[in-house]
């Protein structure tokens, strides 16, 4: 059993920056893969960032890429998404998700790579003028 909890949404400007954090409980944290993925209004889920139990791995939505960062703590016990020149298009409530996997490069940004993992509650985020 995983816990994760985000935190770090807020309202935010068009070209300006936030950090989200998702802080993760539980055991073996070493053995998860971590996801971020957003949900705008009416709009389908999908995969912003991931990255793989070695942090040797990491991908990004093509929209975001050079714009957002992922990263970890050593102890593993926070995932950040660093996301900067924000856009209106980036609005959306952001969740992380982790699921365990034997392989130390395994970094999906679709849902299905999460079955049977865990995810958080969620934080919006809101890019407007």
């Known amino acids: 059993q995983l816990q994760l909890v985000e935190s770090g949404g807020g309202l935010v400007q068009p070209g300006g920056s936030l950090r989200l954090s998702c802080a993760v409980s539980g055991s073996h944290l070493d053995a998860y893969a971590i996801g971020w993925f957003r949900q705008a209004p009416g709009s389908e889920r999908e995969g912003v960032s991931c990255?793989?139990?070695?942090?040797?791995?990491?991908s990004y939505l093509d929209s975001v890429k050079g714009r957002f960062a992922i990263s970890r703590d050593a102890d593993k016990t926070t995932a950040y998404l660093q996301m900067n020149s924000l856009k209106t298009e980036d609005t959306g409530v952001y969740y992380c998700?982790?699921?365990?996997?034997?392989?130390?490069?395994?970094?999906?940004?679709?849902?299905?790579?999460?079955?049977?993992?865990?995810w958080g509650q969620g934080t919006q985020v809101t890019v407007s003028s």
């Open positions: 998700a982790a699921v365990v996997t034997l392989d130390a490069e395994y970094c999906p940004l679709t849902s299905g790579g999460y079955y049977g993992g865990f």
């Open positions: 990255i793989s139990r070695s942090d040797g791995s990491t």
